[in-house]
């Protein structure tokens, strides 16, 4: 095997980093201001992919005009979503159940309506194949690294740069020391929501044209990316992307020799491991987000 089959390999190992970076930073987001898990976070990816299937092929929009409203239907998730956590009023038993069964909802609503079979989505811009020097790329997935890693990329800069930004730092950090200051702790929680469940609409967006998509594909989909922002520290965005491109890359790599099994086995085996070396993360800071 030469360096070409490597870098071919390292490619494709990008694009499925991108996509689980873009599903784990806003989850990692969700908790870093709520100190909340969102067991539907999954769910809402798989949303994602299935209205965007739903709006194009069903209602005959089209791939691009799906696009905004499906991103609509997120925002309203998100909002509801926000609504029902806030009703807790802290109490992480019931939010843990909350967004269990928002997940449960999603998924058996999505399966009566639109049934476990397999669907597609259509593109044909996205047809065909890019040579870049000895890498040879779908261009459906070229699309998909491009997209994700512009969207992580203006998160970053949204979070570090804008004012609104600094706000949704300043209340993961420390919610009352915000408030003192004028901040409104519930103005940037919701936004930070939004955003974590929309980034996470956004990657099933991006998968619709690539893969089948089906009610079910949320299931095992967010296990991988739990293992990821555990494995990053819980809050921690630079962890949940840089250990979501490394599990890309590793999966790639192992996926040439072992079953996706073993590869799994190997990837839960390394959060446990990480759990008892070090329980807040390889790259948890005493500073959230």
């Keep these: 095997m030469g360096w070409e089959f ?49 709006f194009a092929e069903r209602l005959g929009l089209g791939y691009l005009a799906s696009i905004p409203a499906t991103l609509l239907l997120a925002v309203g998730m998100a909002l509801l979503i926000f609504w029902l956590v806030r009703q807790t009023a802290g109490q992480i038993e019931r939010s843990v159940i909350i967004t269990l069964g928002v997940a449960m909802i999603l998924q058996n609503g999505a399966m009566l309506i639109w049934t476990a079979t397999p669907k597609e989505v259509v593109y044909e811009p996205l047809f065909g194949l890019v040579e870049l020097g ?34 949704i730092r300043a209340v993961a950090q420390n919610p009352r020391a915000a408030l003192m200051v004028g901040i409104r702790p519930n103005r940037a929680i919701l936004i930070a929501v939004v955003l974590g469940i929309v980034l996470a609409a956004v990657a099933g967006i991006l998968l619709a044209p690539v893969y089948s998509v089906h009610p079910m594909m949320g299931q095992g989909f967010i296990v991988k990316i739990f293992a990821i922002v555990i494995i990053g520290g819980l809050g921690s965005l630079v962890g949940a992307v840089a250990v979501a491109f490394a599990l890309g890359i590793f999966e790639s790599l192992m996926v040439m020799h072992v079953s996706m099994a073993t590869v799994e086995v190997m990837t839960f085996a390394a959060m446990i491991l990480v759990l008892l070396l070090r329980p807040q993360g390889l790259f948890s800071r005493t500073i959230r987000i």
Aim: overall charge positive.
């Design 6 to 54: 490597w870098l071919q390999t390292l490619a494709n190992g990008l694009v499925m980093g991108a996509i689980y970076a873009l599903v784990a930073v806003g989850l990692a987001l969700i908790f870093g201001v709520l100190d909340i898990v969102n067991f539907s976070h999954g769910e809402l990816y798989m949303a994602g992919a299935m209205f965007t299937w739903f």
């Design 134 to 167: 000895p890498i040879v790329m779908p261009k459906a997935r070229l699309m998909v690294l491009a997209a994700a890693a512009a969207c992580i990329a203006g998160l970053f800069l949204f979070l570090q740069n804008s004012h609104t930004g600094r706000t």
